[in-house]
């Protein structure tokens, strides 16, 4: 199993949700986020002092998913945002161990299908 988390800008939402949707993603968490990447939330062409930095908005989707769908989802988030826009999105893979469905007990694989 696998957690894919992502960063987007808030007005690709919907667009994310569909395609995670449409991939089968049978779960997923959103959270308003604020943060900044490389640029430090400076636009190019921008005088910045150094140690300066902007907070922007962002939304952070997450879910677990099976390791054997992990690229098809990936593929599906980034096709899904295409501005080609500084800022745009990060996506990351990270490893789960286990998962519990505490209603049942269920475990691993179960636990999330």
């Known amino acids: 199993m696998k957690k894919i988390e992502c960063y987007i ?3 690709n939402l919907d667009a994310v949700a569909e395609a995670l949707a ?3 993603v049978v779960g997923m968490s959103v959270a308003e986020v604020k943060g900044f990447g490389v640029q430090k939330g400076f636009t190019r062409g921008e005088d910045v002092k150094p140690g300066e930095y902007r907070f922007h908005p962002k939304m952070k989707v997450e879910m677990v998913v099976l390791e054997k769908d992990v690229e098809r989802i990936i593929s599906a988030i980034s096709a899904s945002l295409k501005s080609n ?3 745009e999105g990060k996506i990351f893979v990270l490893p789960i161990d286990d998962a519990v469905r505490t209603r049942t007990g269920e475990r691993g694989r179960d636990a999330i299908t």
Do not use: D, K, M, N
């Open 9 to 11: 800008q808030p007005y």
């Open 85 to 87: 826009q500084i800022g």
């Open 22 to 24: 449409v991939e089968g």
